[in-house]
Each structure stands twice: as C-alpha cells, then as structure tokens.
C-alpha cells in the first residue's frame, strides 16, 4: 500500500490557485447521524445532511489576484473550494479530487503576526456539499 506525504496538493479557491501560499490543511467530510430508533428495538440512525468543513493556512499577500485579493471579498459569501493531493498529476483513484461546492466563509483575518514572523491566515470553509472525482471531467 503506497503512503503519501503531502508536500505539493493543489487548492483552488472560487478559481484562483492558492497552492503556493498554504502550508497546512484538512478537509472534514461529515454526514450528520439523524436518529430514527423505534420502540422494542437498538438505537438506529440514518445518514442526514452534510456538515463539511474545510480549514486552511495560507501565508498572506496582498498583491493583486493573490491571497488578500481573492479571499476578502468571499467574507459571508458561499463559493467553490477544489483540492487535490499531488499537483499537476492527473485526477485517479490515486489521486482524487475533492470539489466543496457552496462552503461558506465566515470570517478573515487579513493581519495575524507578531514581529518577525510569517504573516498568516487561517480560514475556515463550512457546510456546502462535497463531492469527490477519481476521473478528468
């Protein structure tokens, strides 16, 4: 069975490439548990509704069509987030692409460092639905 070290995924964020700016990040694929236990029987659930969340770091930069310029104004907007293990390889079984469609962004930190460190920024994608592709569109 083949490990993977993540060292080069590619993120898409409403479209853009971010890829170059993030060192960290985790998708959580969830479906809510919703119980549907009757009388006389052991407690029973059925699959309910998505509750994904997709958190990532990106180092800052406010150059146009970079970091700043794509993410500010996502703020209390839905959009769509890609994600994919190994850049520039193509989508397979071993190497799938996860699409969030319709994650919300509640909120940006534009400025978080203290001095002589990395200026970051950390964001958190929520709800949506997620879909996973092992083959090219």
């Known amino acids: 069975m083949a490990k993977l070290v993540l060292t080069n995924a590619q ?6 490439d971010l890829s170059g700016f993030s060192n960290s990040l985790e998708l959580n694929y969830e479906v809510e548990a919703v119980e549907v236990t009757s009388f006389g029987t052991n407690r029973s659930f059925i699959g309910g509704l998505q509750n994904n969340t997709l958190t990532v770091e990106f180092m800052q ?6 970091v700043e310029a ?3 104004p996502l703020v209390g907007t839905t959009t769509t987030v890609k994600i994919l293990p190994v850049k520039g390889t193509a989508i397979s079984a071993t190497n799938p692409e996860y699409t969030l469609t319709g994650c919300y ?3 940006h930190t534009p400025v978080a460092a203290t001095v002589g460190e990395l200026a970051m920024t950390s964001l958190t994608f929520t709800g949506g639905t997620l879909t996973k592709a092992t083959t090219a569109p």
């Open 70 to 72: 794509t993410v500010y």
């Open 61 to 66: 930069d406010f150059a146009a069509t970079e």
């Open 105 to 107: 962004l509640a909120s």
């Open 11 to 16: 993120i898409l964020v409403n479209t853009v």
